[in-house]
């Protein structure tokens, strides 16, 4: 007689633990994924959303900047501009600047020196050549831009120093380049245009030539930003909270406080903006710089300097990136309008 035989309940155990397993790690993920959402997406412009923009931007730390740096690489120009590469040294600072020439060029024009954006902390002139050199072919200007030294490898001032050389070269080598020293714009976005206000605030105290105009797209230029919680909505994508934490406590060498910040550091500090050129300034209702960019130009405003205010609503940072969206294509034609006005091109 035989005997009937077991039936093993290993397997049939091991696989109710996996499900139960998978179902736990799905719960986790919803979790995060929740945590992790965008807060506010349904007031992005529509034409601005992505199903990735649900999610909120990863923030910088040690890790992602160096990811970041390792993908930064040289765009190409656009077609119709060249672009030469010079290595200048002015009072000791040794910079690289890249100029821009359209294929028609009227002689003795207006020119631009445009500063790239990173937080301080990532980008490259070199990454910027197909942006910044359509603005030399729409306008027909000469433009230049700077590579400039990051943080927190070379925190303040380095990168100011770098931009206040390229400003030198730029001025003094205007015959050689065929430009009008006087009719010189000075623009850039994000750090950059932090950057280029405080280039102007620098100028202006050590009483050289100022630039005619300056332009400031969603600029960073308060660390005390970073000392409050932003309202909600803002500061979701593409630049966060803790990205600006960290850019601005890398780029002063210190966690900012409220106490005390070099001006040419974070321009908003400046408590006298007299005598600043003509300004315009963009930013979008969902940019974290939104706030400290509304209050610089109504201190602007306010110490009698012409600023025009572009306000979009429903952008975040970088949303003039999204080239197919209308509200980034207006936003651009406005800025190359804003320029044209500014440096008298016909």
């Not at 390229?166 to 000075?186: H, K, Q, Y």
């Amino acid at each position: 007689m035989t005997r009937p035989r077991r039936r093993s309940t290993g397997g049939s155990a091991a696989s109710g633990l996996w499900q139960r397993l998978k179902w736990m790690l799905a719960g986790v993920a919803l979790i995060w994924l929740y945590a992790r959402r965008t807060r506010g997406f349904d007031r992005i412009d529509p034409t601005l959303r992505s199903t990735l923009l649900r999610l909120r931007t990863p923030s910088f730390g040690p890790i992602l900047l160096r990811l970041a740096r390792m993908a930064d690489f040289a765009t190409a120009c656009v077609d119709g501009v060249t672009v030469e590469t010079h290595r200048v040294t002015v009072k000791g600072v040794t910079t690289k600047v890249y100029v821009y020439r359209p294929a028609s060029i009227k002689p003795s024009g207006p020119a631009m020196l445009y500063t790239h954006g990173g937080g301080m902390i990532i980008g490259s002139a070199r990454n910027y050549h197909a942006f910044v050199s359509a603005y030399a072919r729409d306008l027909g200007i000469v433009v230049v831009s700077a590579e400039y030294r990051l943080a927190p490898e070379h925190p303040f001032p380095a990168a100011l120093n770098d931009l206040h050389a390229a400003w030198g070269w730029l001025v003094t080598s205007a015959d050689e380049l065929g430009i009008d020293a006087r009719r010189i714009a000075v623009a850039g976005e994000s750090a950059g245009g932090g950057l280029t206000a405080a280039l102007c605030l620098r100028l202006l105290d050590e009483g050289g030539q100022m630039p005619a105009f300056q332009l400031l797209s969603c600029p960073m230029l308060d660390d005390r930003t970073t000392l409050k919680s932003a309202p909600a909505g803002r500061g979701q994508i593409v630049w966060t909270e803790e990205s600006n934490r960290y850019a601005w406590s890398a780029y002063l060498g210190h966690l900012p406080v409220e106490d005390w910040a070099h001006p040419y550091a974070a321009p908003a500090r400046r408590e006298d903006l007299k005598g600043l050129p003509p300004t315009w300034i963009g930013v979008g209702t969902l940019d974290l710089f939104y706030a400290e960019d509304l209050d610089y130009a109504r201190r602007l405003r306010l110490a009698g300097t012409p600023c025009e205010l572009e306000i979009v609503e429903g952008a975040y940072h970088g949303f003039d990136r999204r080239r197919r969206s209308p509200v980034a294509a207006a936003y651009g034609q406005r800025i190359r309008d804003a320029l044209a006005a500014g440096l008298a091109i016909d």
